[in-house]
């Protein structure tokens, strides 16, 4: 069983939900959309990611022996319902806004169609997917404006959330414009390059820093990029100086320094002025350790020369907003629309199409979210992406994702590409055809 | 290749450090120790958990045909050092403070001794399995001490870091002290009991929220929490109040209602209020929605009639703490003790052991960290968990951590219980052979 594929990632309620629809034979078509109720605080917008994931997760999900054992053995389900579960396949078809596109609160970013019991399924599976990639990318594409121009490595691996996250944070940051990762999975499985250097343990394990450098740039002639602080940090940058003619000799050129601790600004200064010293002009500064995008954005307006810059763990975690108020909420069953009215939670009910009207230079000026079927101006975000269980296309190259993100990037309107909250967040209209079939729900409710 | 298990799982630099070692036959033992560096804010412990989770890994991993393909076509490695790691495993010993063990900054949770290559190669998913483990269960245990008494369910999947993070958040919470999980896999994967009620979706996609009601029961009459606040909360438990006799001419008991928006505080007195009146006094009153352990106190100490919460997205993400500052540092090298002195980052050098000293009541009263073989009064922490790659002894019955968890928060001192930061610290100690050590080693550096 691999647990990633497996349809028991789910809450135990979408099971017994499952079966009361088998019982109730209650399987007519359900409409479920997913979508974010607000942004965290600061943020402008949010990035999606995370639906190529979701589309393998629709196309692979089936209760294996394993899965079925487990339901057997639980007590809670009728024999009948498990020879019922041995063919469930998901038939149903999803709409999607591509990865890479900036959304904003209530804009349903996938919609799922299918019999019920489907799609409630695998509620818990997509949100699951969905909102850390799409949170992760959001968090990314911060680093990526703050800091134009530098190359943003992801180095978040070992705080990730277990290894999916490690993963899939790799990938989402790709997609948000971060130019590599130091996860070798993630290269090897999504094809993501792949950069790294080397560990002050290493250091540590030779009696001398110099003959560890020696030793890595001989093994790693196309890698020379030096982590100096593990006893002193000028020191070290000027031992990598030292070597520079040496391994010159042999045909080993130095790529540059890593600076993983204290005074970033200072530090990155004097390394600068010892390499230039020592005509290693094209050497790099490249700097890590607990950086974020408000750190970026510091030692960039302190005019610290630092050519790139490893995030990890604030990137991973999401630190300042580890989630979205992101769900997946029933919006018309049986060809009716519904809606949930909880306190502070009620939902725009019906399947809906958003609209993104852009000005004259290109850039989006504001949202519109409708019924679907009512046209509006502007460009619509929801496509077809997969028709009874089978995806529509093969699966997009990353490659041409973060083209995509790069270009929604470089059209968002000037106020929402700074790191503090816009003093105008992103106008994105209901519109009247939606609102009248909220309207419409709520009487039918009453009445 | 099942991704949980691949050695690939590293960061770039672990494999271009082995490839060195490798070259330079530096392949004598070393010691790496796993500790987290300081509490995060709020926190006045944290709980040890993800050690069985890590011996898999070190008893499993290897460089399957994927792997070796990648390596291979890096064109970063030599074909011998491919060869090389087709026959790569590990073969270290482990040392770990048992799981469930409450632990400080500064602690050594896990000793890893083996060959450099070995112990530096596994480094990355080492830390990302311990780190988010034992982040949760600390967390988790915050509730538990916030909410004596009262049932605790993990209800995190859908907004956990992907899927792995779901499974081990369910697992750290219930080391903690959470009673069940609402994931189905982490019940079929670790024995974790499961739990469940129903959706909004599940009310909305019925004509009447009775009928709902009706065919849930019939279908889970085990499971009768019926979720009440999809349309109006009094009035949801009204119709369950209502449907009580029919229900138990069936032989259908109420379980309870669940809460999930709204003034919880009103609406559970009201709730209660309503299901005494109907007799149904046996009738359990379960709460969700955003909550975490500020607001399990609050509630609690509101007074409101709740018998169990469900806590999800801020469980699962450690929401106000997302990472803890885990390192994983090198002590020893070729029997030599190794010490990193980066600015803030310096390290204890050494093979280390902790001894809890408790007072006369059996309470914790203090520790000490020192080198191993230098004893001290108390009981030593660590201890040896596998030996030469393989695990000593079965993997521990999770019960069986549960119940040390259990004993351990019982026996914290009453200052550190509550979820405010403690007037005072739990007291650490550095023993004065371990302060030698490290001068010993600074020493030996500086000559």
Same mark, same amino acid.
């Given at each position: 069983?691999?647990?990633?594929?497996?349809?028991?990632?789910?809450?135990?309620?979408?099971?017994?939900?499952?079966?009361?629809?088998?019982?109730?034979?209650?399987?007519?078509?359900?409409?479920?959309?997913?979508?974010?109720?607000?942004?965290?605080?600061?943020?402008?917008?949010?990035?999606?990611?995370?639906?190529?994931?979701?589309?393998?997760?629709?196309?692979?999900?089936?209760?294996?022996?394993?899965?079925?054992?487990?339901?057997?053995?639980?007590?809670?389900?009728?024999?009948?319902?498990?020879?019922?579960?041995?063919?469930?396949?998901?038939?149903?078809?999803?709409?999607?806004?591509?990865?890479?596109?900036?959304?904003?609160?209530?804009?349903?970013?996938?919609?799922?169609?299918?019999?019920?019991?489907?799609?409630?399924?695998?509620?818990?599976?997509?949100?699951?997917?969905?909102?850390?990639?799409?949170?992760?990318?959001?968090?990314?594409?911060?680093?990526?404006?703050?800091?134009?121009? =530098?190359? &943003?490595?992801?180095? *978040? $691996?070992?705080? !990730?959330?277990?290894?999916?996250? @490690?993963? %899939?944070?790799?990938?989402?940051?790709?997609?948000?414009?971060?130019?590599?990762?130091?996860?070798?999975?993630?290269?090897?499985?999504?094809?993501?390059?792949?950069?790294?250097?080397?560990?002050?343990?290493?250091?540590?394990?030779?009696?001398?820093?110099?003959?560890?450098?020696?030793?890595?740039?001989?093994?790693?002639?196309?890698?020379?990029?030096?982590?100096?602080?593990?006893?002193?940090?000028?020191?070290?940058?000027?031992?990598?100086?030292?070597?520079?003619?040496?391994?010159?000799?042999?045909?080993?050129?130095?790529?540059?320094?890593?600076?993983?601790?204290?005074?970033?600004?200072?530090?990155?200064?004097?390394?600068? =002025?010892? &390499?230039?010293?020592? *005509? $290693?002009?094209? !050497?790099?500064?490249?700097?890590? @350790?607990? %950086?974020?995008?408000?750190?970026?954005?510091?030692?960039?307006?302190?005019?610290?020369?630092?050519?790139?810059?490893?995030?990890?763990?604030?990137?991973?975690?999401?630190?300042?907003?580890?989630?979205?108020?992101?769900?997946?909420?029933?919006?018309?069953?049986?060809?009716?629309?519904?809606?949930?009215?909880?306190?502070?939670?009620?939902?725009?009910?019906?399947?809906?199409?958003?609209?993104?009207?852009?000005?004259?230079?290109?850039?989006?000026?504001?949202?519109?979210?409708?019924?679907?079927?009512?046209?509006?101006?502007?460009?619509?975000?929801?496509?077809?992406?997969?028709?009874?269980?089978?995806?529509?296309?093969?699966?997009?190259? &990353?490659?041409?994702?973060?083209?995509?993100? !790069?270009?929604?990037?470089?059209?968002?309107?000037?106020?929402?590409?700074?790191?503090?909250?816009?003093?105008?967040?992103?106008?994105?209209?209901?519109?009247?055809?939606?609102?009248?079939?909220?309207?419409?729900?709520?009487?039918?409710?009453?009445?």
């Amino acid at each position: 069983m691999d647990p990633l594929r497996s349809p028991l990632l789910t809450d135990l309620y979408q099971l017994t939900m499952l079966h009361t629809y088998y019982r109730a034979r209650m399987e007519q078509t359900a409409v479920f959309e997913l979508f974010v109720r607000k942004l965290p605080e600061h943020r402008n917008f949010m990035m999606a990611a995370g639906l190529e994931q979701a589309l393998e997760f629709l196309e692979q999900a089936q209760f294996g022996p394993e899965e079925l054992e487990w339901v057997k053995t639980s007590g809670l389900f009728t024999p009948e319902f498990v020879t019922h579960l041995r063919g469930w396949r998901f038939t149903g078809d999803v709409h999607a806004i591509p990865e890479g596109t900036v959304f904003f609160p209530d804009e349903p970013i996938l919609r799922v169609t299918a019999p019920m019991p489907e799609a409630q399924l695998v509620e818990s599976r997509l949100i699951n997917l969905i909102h850390f990639e799409s949170m992760v990318a959001g968090k990314a594409a911060r680093s990526v404006l703050a800091a134009p121009g =530098r190359t &943003l490595v992801d180095f *978040g $691996l070992r705080r !990730a959330h277990g290894a999916e996250a @490690g993963l %899939l944070a790799a990938r989402a940051a790709y997609i948000a414009g971060f130019a590599s990762t130091a996860t070798v999975l993630a290269g090897s499985k999504f094809g993501i390059p792949v950069v790294g250097t080397m560990a002050h343990s290493f250091v540590q394990s030779h009696d001398s820093e110099s003959q560890a450098f020696l030793d890595f740039a001989r093994a790693f002639p196309k890698c020379t990029i030096f982590l100096v602080d593990t006893y002193d940090t000028e020191a070290g940058v000027g031992k990598v100086a030292a070597l520079a003619p040496a391994l010159k000799r042999e045909g080993i050129p130095i790529h540059g320094v890593r600076l993983d601790s204290g005074d970033l600004v200072a530090l990155a200064n004097s390394s600068r =002025r010892i &390499l230039d010293a020592a *005509g $290693l002009t094209d !050497a790099v500064v490249f700097a890590s @350790g607990n %950086l974020d995008e408000y750190r970026l954005r510091e030692l960039i307006d302190a005019g610290a020369p630092i050519n790139g810059f490893g995030v990890g763990t604030s990137l991973v975690t999401s630190a300042d907003a580890p989630s979205l108020d992101a769900v997946y909420k029933l919006q018309e069953y049986a060809g009716r629309p519904r809606r949930k009215r909880s306190a502070a939670k009620a939902t725009w009910p019906g399947r809906k199409q958003v609209y993104r009207v852009s000005d004259a230079s290109g850039r989006f000026h504001h949202d519109v979210v409708t019924v679907e079927g009512d046209c509006q101006d502007g460009e619509p975000l929801l496509i077809p992406v997969m028709r009874t269980g089978k995806r529509l296309g093969k699966p997009e190259p &990353l490659k041409e994702v973060r083209a995509r993100a !790069a270009a929604q990037l470089a059209r968002l309107p000037a106020g929402l590409t700074g790191l503090d909250t816009a003093l105008e967040p992103y106008r994105v209209d209901i519109s009247p055809a939606l609102r009248q079939l909220a309207e419409e729900v709520d009487r039918a409710m009453i009445s």
